[in-house]
């Protein structure tokens, strides 16, 4: 029975040879109602395969649905160079950077160094 079954599984196994195999090659293509029945068609027998997608996307359909907020009017890390020499003043705010921009140029106004690294720095040095 043990012979039996070695001979059924050895007439079982079939060896492919890579080079009958056919290999298909993929092309995506936007779905259009016509021309998607006619192109299946015409390569059906071939070794091109051809998946069709859609144009109408969410994205597409509603479009961009976020504003983009002003560099000045949102929050974090900004940056401040001085005029007149090399120095430069790095900061993160969570408010609007604006608001923290019309803070330093008044701590610089009422002569707050103690306020502001960059009030610091111009009363200091007289720079701008």
Do not use: W
């Not at 006619?38 to 597409?60: A, M, Q, R, V, W």
């Not at 120095?87 to 923290?100: A, E, N, S």
Request: glycine share 4%.
């Amino acid at each position: 029975r043990k012979q039996k079954l070695k001979i059924n599984r050895q007439n079982a196994t079939t060896l492919i040879n890579v080079d009958e195999e056919k290999k298909f090659k993929y092309v995506s293509l936007p779905y259009d109602r016509d021309l998607t029945k006619g192109l299946s068609k015409i390569f059906k027998d071939s070794n091109l395969k051809i998946p069709f997608k859609s144009t109408n996307s969410l994205k597409n359909v509603l479009g961009i649905s976020k504003d983009k907020i002003p560099q000045l009017e949102s929050s974090g890390i900004y940056e401040i160079k001085c005029n007149n020499c090399d120095k430069v003043y790095i900061g993160q705010t969570k408010r609007k950077m604006i608001t923290r921009v019309k803070e330093h140029i008044g701590h610089i106004k009422y002569q707050r160094p103690e306020k502001s690294s960059v009030a610091e720095h111009v009363l200091e040095t007289n720079h701008e």
